[in-house]
């Protein structure tokens, strides 16, 4: 009777979702550009073969990572609580979000936050980060226009700071040890805020 292979039995219960998980962590840790598909298969106890079985290369693997990043934050852009109402406050509920969302997909943002525009697939993710700063950046303006921030400040700098401050996070918070989503979003927006409202807002 013939014995399978070790490596093949681990694999087999291997799901898309677990293939990208892992993948993820060993882009963390090694770098997308110095990880190849052998090590990703060691990582995973399967052969090469095997991963194509999930996904056609390394990069589709990357552009699925990035757009779980990209799509919490524009699903956040799409929700009627960041369209209506006075912006300080969907200013402020967007960035309580973005930390929400930071620390419920932390290694995918973490490694979206590592892309340096090197191949087509990064490029596109930065062009989406792009227009997701764009859409905080109006919010500070309509903040500033309706006399809740200061109107001495750059919007566009300000946009920067804000998830400066926020991304940040991903160099250090470690959901085993630190504090929850909302104390950090709730610590974060305290400091911000009573630096960045007029005294009027």
Do not use: C
């Amino acid at each position: 009777m013939t014995t399978a292979n070790p490596a093949r039995r681990r694999g087999r219960g291997h799901d898309p979702e677990s293939v990208l998980a892992i993948a993820v962590g060993v882009f963390n840790e090694r770098g997308y550009d110095g990880t190849s598909m052998a090590e990703l298969a060691r990582a995973l106890g399967v052969t090469k073969s095997a991963i194509y079985y999930h996904v056609p290369g390394k990069e589709q693997l990357l552009a699925r990572a990035l757009d779980r990043a990209l799509d919490g934050l524009f699903a956040m852009v799409a929700d009627p609580r960041a369209a209506s109402g006075a912006a300080i406050d969907r200013l402020e509920w967007v960035l309580r979000q973005s930390v929400r969302i930071l620390v419920e997909r932390l290694p995918y943002v973490t490694l979206l936050l590592r892309v340096r525009g090197n191949s087509v697939t990064e490029q596109a993710a930065l062009e989406r980060r792009r227009e997701f700063d764009r859409f905080v950046s109006h919010l500070v303006k309509e903040a500033a226009a309706e006399g809740s921030i200061r109107a001495d400040v750059d919007p566009a700098l300000v946009t920067r700071l804000l998830f400066g401050a926020v991304n940040s996070i991903t160099e250090w918070y470690q959901p085993s040890r630190g504090a929850s989503a909302d104390d950090l979003a709730e610590t974060l927006l305290t400091i911000i805020f009573d630096g960045l409202r007029s005294p009027r807002g």
